[in-house]
């Protein structure tokens, strides 16, 4: 009772300097000239970034790719969340399938998995094409904006969905069947009053996308670099990655307009679902809303939900595993089949960097993950049980790094990093991983302790239990489920990361994404598609294994006698 | 255990403004009686009770339980709940969902590091009293709401505390299983000789269930009495009112008489009991309590005896509820089902002296 506000202060001074340490080390490494003058004020850096000729061209392409894959991905999410909660169409797990799965395909390998299939000089599916009708055109330049907003927006689509799905079946059908009962069709209903009602979900999906896709690096890597098509991402790791002439204040003063932007938008963001509150209406009463009878549109609807299903879940997976199998990529024949070997996945397995950075992702993933569900869970704490003012600066303070850019943060974190002897180090990667994806790691924690009702703890403190007592026998074990959700998204997000890890990784501490993307860069896609498997592999495998753990714990309460 | 409160004092402050949850209380809960804290909601009894058993920190004043003290703020004790062995049922039970039946009932002991033949040994009592035997292995989740609120009971009684406290027990469940569950804990508290504190919103379990009520208002206590005292003659109209469905009629006290008094009302002349001792000429309230006032066709010459007129008549299933009206009174009155009277009519009203009383306005 007498230690709390000592413990709140404790982790305003941590995650405060986890969230704010970048930003103030990208402000100032912004006004610097390099490492070495760091502090002696210079605005040069800032006029050779906004004056360079090509940041216009830069900025346009930006807002291009942001809009347009905002639009996919609701455009799509909006299909599909109006198809599965109005519908009668069958097979509705699909949904949960759609919204869910591709989260634990990595970005990058979905990118790669696209340039594979749709790449204008030997794409599968542009080959197949060119087989078909002859021609030498190909069907799709995957190295375009129109490419980068279609990869993204499908990446983005899960997003998109979770935030539109709840809307529409939370959606008073009342506000319909009056509409009808009032003589209008079907589609006036949806187109008047249907989409209106839910403008702020919709809203709210489209700037998180734009958000997400601000900060994407996957996609404007893998597929808009080979085209020569830069954003702000790829125009900021340009700048620091050119060998010997890497120039991080460039980098930096270039990063503060999308930190800038990415911070007003999910501003706009907090105030439009805050909105939404009000205008989506719940009725109390726990009743289904008449489904739509989709009648003769049932089955190509069907067969629309399903291309799309394959296409986001299994496709990805499916390219990768038959090009890690092939020399050179080629359209499935026969020919392809009896070129196929184990080679890639041998020499993957036998690459130093390769093993050096499976040992490194590995490490950074369980270590980091447990790092970061322990702050997580002290953090939940405070920001569920202890309702105060200062309780109030940490929850904004824990989810501010949502907004920030990750490959911006990498910069600021570079100048701070190269200031101490953590430079270069894993740690040095932790500590940034942890700083990025602490709100993974606070959200399903949060809402595990909300459902610690308060008297379940004061119950055991009236029965003899001391406060540390009740933490071991009442509040942890109801809190498993919880710290194992948090501990998976964590550790996942770990095991794939790479806009943070492009920056911060040097020589001896390479990642797997980064190797990954220096695959693609090298133009090596079987050992790229080997190294991807394995990478899927050991993800899904953390999540079983931290699944099973969760399981045993939360049953030994009840064994232990 | 006598349980003594001196100067309990508990501020709150909500939206700059200070609201005094407890206003200088002070209160001895006699030892092995069943003891209510009665008042509508936000009058202080749930603070009181948490500030007892060491949930809430008060802001001043001195807490015993037995001969400990548990809480003073001028001698800087604080007792923490773990420690001042007492026994609790939460409103909404608190059964912890990730325990089966037995290691609920059994946490108690277990805290006290008690060897395990023991602790199955007490637990099997404990459920057996409780009428629970058989249900160690049941997953708390899987349980109804009486028979949570039996686990409570169980979990509460294990570790034979000198007093337990229930907060609000039997509002969680429906009508029908609150009244009996309301007299089987009425007989476990009784066999068990404990000191038993119950704070509850609900006049009939007040009424049904303890040996001594305290009636509560704006953070203080205004009458602490048996119940029929509380019920039949209350000394103040607030709790008059508050205990059940009262007529209260204006007049002023006219001639004394003992312990009864003749009053001057709208309805005439009225003898009632004025143990209050109202002196005369005073302003002073008539309290009736509807199921009091009898009705008939034609009246008698006796005491307390008017005529009337029948305004309305409800039948509510096991009685009519009616208005009756003398002058410009109206009164409420509670009649049998099988009565004959028809709204309009005509009637003849009367109560005796003993079952009405003069409040002090």
Known sequence: ?561 | MEIRIQDLVRTYSSEGKQIKALDHVDLTIPANRIFTLLGPSGCGKTTLLRCIVGLEVPDGGEIYIGDELVWSKEKNIFVPPERRGLGMVFQTYAIWPHMNVFDNVAYPLQTQKMAKEEIRRKVAKVLDFVQLSGYENRPATKLSGGQQQRVALARALVAEPKVILFDEPLSNLDAKLREETRKELRSFLTELQITAIYVTHDRVEALALSDLIAVMRSGKIIEINEPKKIYFNSDSQFVADFIGRANLIRGTVEELDGDHAVFASEIGPVRALNSQQIPLGQEAFLCVRPEFIRLAKERKEEQNSYSGKVETLIFIGEAFEGEIRIGETLLTTTVEPTADFREGDSIAVSFDPDHCFLLAS
């Open chain 1, 1 to 561: 009772m007498f230690k709390k506000p000592t413990l709140t202060t404790t982790l305003i001074i941590i995650v405060g300097f986890l969230t704010l340490c970048p930003v103030i080390m990208l402000l100032l490494g912004s006004f610097s000239k390099d490492f070495v003058s760091f502090g002696q004020f210079t605005t040069s850096k800032y006029i050779a970034a906004y004056t360079d000729p090509d940041f216009a061209d830069i900025l346009v392409n930006t807002v291009i790719f942001t809009v347009g894959s905002a639009l996919h991905a609701t455009l799509l999410a909006l299909f599909l969340a109006y198809v599965n909660t109005r519908t009668d169409l069958p097979f509705k797990f699909i949904f949960k399938i759609i919204s869910i799965i591709p989260m634990m395909i990595p970005h990058i390998l979905f990118s790669a998995s696209w340039v594979l299939l749709l790449n204008p000089s030997n794409g599968i599916l542009n080959r197949l094409f060119m087989n078909l009708f002859e021609t030498r055109e190909a069907l799709f330049n995957i190295y375009s904006l129109k490419g980068m907003i279609l990869v993204e927006g499908l990446l983005d689509l899960p997003i998109a969905y979770l935030i539109i799905a709840p809307a529409m079946s939370a959606f008073d059908v009342s506000l319909e069947e009056s509409s009808k009962v009032c003589g209008a069709s079907n589609l006036r209903t949806l187109f008047k009053v249907t989409l209106p009602v839910l403008r702020p979900a919709i809203l709210a999906s489209a700037i998180l996308v734009i958000v997400r896709s601000l900060a994407s690096f996957a996609v404007p890597s893998v597929v808009g670099m080979p085209g020569r098509i830069y954003v702000l991402s790829t125009h900021i790791y340009r700048n620091i990655s050119s060998g010997f002439a890497a120039d991080y204040g460039l980098a930096a003063a270039i990063g503060m307009s999308a930190l800038v932007a990415s911070i007003t938008l999910i501003y706009v963001y907090r105030y439009l679902t805050a909105e939404s509150g009000k205008f989506v209406t719940i009725s109390s009463r726990g009743f289904k809303p008449t489904l739509l009878r989709l009648k003769k549109w049932k089955y190509p609807l069907l067969v629309i939900v399903g291309i799309l299903s394959f296409v986001l879940i299994l496709l990805p997976v499916l390219v990768l595993f038959y090009i890690s199998m092939l020399p050179y990529s080629m359209p499935p024949s026969a020919r392809a089949f009896s070129l196929m070997s184990w080679n890639n996945w041998i020499e993957v397995l036998n690459d130093p960097i390769s093993l050096l950075s499976l040992k490194n992702s590995l490490f950074l993933g369980v270590v980091g993950a447990t790092l970061g569900t322990i702050l997580s869970i002290f953090v939940s704490y405070v920001i569920v049980k202890i309702r105060t003012t200062a309780s109030g600066i940490l929850e904004s303070l824990s989810f501010l790094s949502f907004s920030f850019p990750g490959i911006v943060i990498g910069v600021g974190f570079m100048w701070f990093f190269v200031r101490t002897p953590l430079y270069g180090t894993l740690t040095a990667l932790m500590i940034g991983y942890i700083a990025t994806y602490l709100p993974y790691g606070i959200r399903p924690l949060s809402s595990a302790f909300i459902q610690i009702h308060s008297t379940l703890e004061e119950s055991s403190r009236v029965c003899g239990g001391s406060p540390f007592y009740t933490l071991r026998r009442v509040i942890i074990p109801l809190l498993i489920p919880g710290i194992v959700s948090g501990w998976i998204l964590m550790a996942s997000m770990f095991l794939r990361e790479l806009t943070l890890s492009v920056v911060l990784s040097r020589p001896g501490t390479e990642v797997l994404a980064v190797q990954i993307l220096r695959f693609a860069e090298d133009g090596l896609w079987g050992r790229l598609s080997a190294l991807g498997i394995i990478m899927i592999l050991i993800s899904s495998l953390l999540v079983i294994i931290a699944a099973l753990l969760g399981s045993r714990f939360s049953k030994l309460e009840v064994v232990d006698r």
